[in-house]
């Protein structure tokens, strides 16, 4: 039976090559946009998701009052000396750390130079808060050294080749030397930010003789990671009071017409829900994957339309 249904299919194409080359080829690239579509789409949802603990990762952000920049009054950084002040407060921070990102900075290796983009200032914290595998040394030499950097896999065979490059220099602007202590896995591109260099947060403060003590700059990225019996709405509201405890200036009649909230934002939200000035990269738009969602599902109906249809008409041609 599915022999002469094979056979009648067969004959009726021939007879109507040119509508069934047609048929044929619509629903061929329908499938094919289709399939596409659903790729994208899974790959913008997967954002963050590798991290072991990322249901449990927060970036802390700022909300200023009589105060935007380029348009936006919401903010992805945050005071400097925050991160030390939730860990040292709240017991449901598991871990704190701040990040400051540089760019276009030259490094010097042998007499070689780069320069680089994706570099990184960090507390040793990141390394416990974000799955960071390291596949060569430790990071723990970072907290008693601050002139240390931990380079992605990438970067190591950029700039070592084949050669093995922990314990070897690594030359910073031209006058501060840092001493490779690990190789960390490359970051996935499905990263909301990707570090290809890491040096530790206190020789960004050595080099630049930055005081990130106080209270009046925002200036730094900070990510928590809380515990597994922690409530990320009620540890948010209880932010504004550790500003004000801490902050001496936000008493001052000047904080007080450019005040500011502070927020947490869930790490997997970041890439789709997040458009903050100062992203660490940009961010697509949850309304984009909406959108896309849509095209796809009208062409699936699209599909099952011509599919439909074509079916159809070959079981009317098998009649006549």
């Not at 080829?25 to 659903?38: D, E, K, P, Q």
């Not at 896995?185 to 106080?214: G, W």
């Not at 992203?279 to 796809?296: G, H, P, R, T, V």
Request: glycine share 4%; hydrophobic share 40%.
């Amino acid at each position: 039976m599915l022999g002469n249904y094979l056979i009648i299919a067969l004959r009726n194409i021939k007879r109507h090559k040119l509508y069934s080359a047609i048929n044929l080829i619509g629903l061929v690239i329908g499938l094919a946009s289709f399939i596409l579509i659903l790729l994208y789409l899974q790959y913008e949802f997967s954002f963050d998701k590798h991290h072991d603990n990322a249901d449990r990762i927060y970036r802390v952000a700022t909300e200023f009052h009589g105060h935007d920049h380029e348009g936006n009054n919401f903010m992805a950084f945050t005071r400097g000396p925050l991160a030390p002040a939730l860990l040292a407060e709240f017991p449901e921070v598991q871990a704190a750390a701040r990040i400051k990102p540089a760019s276009d900075i030259k490094l010097v290796v042998e007499e070689t130079g780069f320069y680089e983009e994706k570099i990184y200032f960090a507390d040793p914290a990141i390394f416990q808060i974000f799955t960071l595998p390291i596949t060569r040394g430790n990071v723990d030499g970072a907290i008693r050294d601050p002139f240390t950097v931990v380079l992605s896999e990438k970067t190591a065979r950029k700039y070592f080749g084949d050669v093995n490059p922990v314990g070897r220099t690594i030359r910073y602007m031209g006058n501060y030397d840092f001493r490779v202590i690990a190789v960390m896995q490359d970051m996935p591109q499905n990263s909301h930010f990707v570090m290809n260099l890491v040096f530790p947060l206190a020789a960004y403060q050595k080099i630049n003789e930055y005081d990130l003590s106080d209270w009046r700059r925002s200036s730094c990225y900070t990510y928590l990671l809380l515990s597994e019996s922690a409530d990320p709405a009620n540890l948010g509201g209880k932010l504004p009071a550790l500003v004000k405890k801490y902050d001496t200036s936000a008493h001052s009649e000047k904080h007080t017409r450019h005040s500011s909230n502070l927020f947490l934002q869930p790490l997997n939200r970041i890439h789709l829900y997040s458009q903050l000035s100062g992203e660490l990269a940009a961010n697509n738009d949850i309304k984009n994957i909406y959108l896309f969602a849509s095209i796809a599902l009208l062409i699936l109906l699209s599909i099952l339309f011509l599919s439909t249809s074509y079916s159809m008409k070959q079981v009317y041609d098998t009649r006549t």
